[in-house]
């Protein structure tokens, strides 16, 4: 099992910056991907960004590229989402997710509420 422990949401103004981290615990070895979900109101769970535990490469959502870094301290078995630029539709609730073992199995963080005013 891995289990996933949020946090950094909050409530920011257009054009600045928030850091959300994701620590890891359990089964860490297993971890074959992390990433960021987000969830806005009345929309569909999205992926943001991910990255392989193994060679560390990284994909982004076309809606956050050039704005949002995911990054990983594998000594903190921790995932950073460094969010610039923000824009009001970045408001959502962010999930951070580990698939996990032979069949990617998905364990899910609590959620953060990130929200952006204009």
Same mark, same amino acid.
């Given at each position: 099992?891995?289990q996933?422990?949020?946090?950094g ?11 959300? +981290? ?6 860490? $070895? $297993? ?11 009345? #929309? ?9 535990t193994?060679?560390? +490469? ?6 956050? #590229?050039?704005?949002?870094?995911? $990054?990983?301290?594998?000594? #903190? ?17 962010f999930?951070?997710?580990? #698939? ?16 952006? +005013?204009?």
């Amino acid at each position: 099992q891995v289990q996933l422990v949020e946090s950094g949401g909050g409530l920011v103004q257009a054009g600045g910056s928030l850091r959300l +981290s994701c620590a890891a615990s359990g089964s860490i $070895s $297993s971890i074959n991907t992390m990433g960021w979900y987000r969830q806005a109101p009345g #929309k569909q769970r999205e992926l943001v960004a991910a990255v392989i535990t193994n060679g560390g +490469s990284t994909n982004y959502a076309d809606s956050v #590229k050039g704005r949002f870094t995911i $990054s990983r301290d594998n000594a #903190k078995n921790t995932v950073y989402l460094q969010m610039n630029s923000l824009k009001p539709e970045d408001t959502a609730v962010f999930y951070c997710n580990a #698939k996990w073992g032979t069949w990617s199995r998905n364990s899910w963080g609590q959620g953060t509420q990130v929200t952006v +005013s204009s």
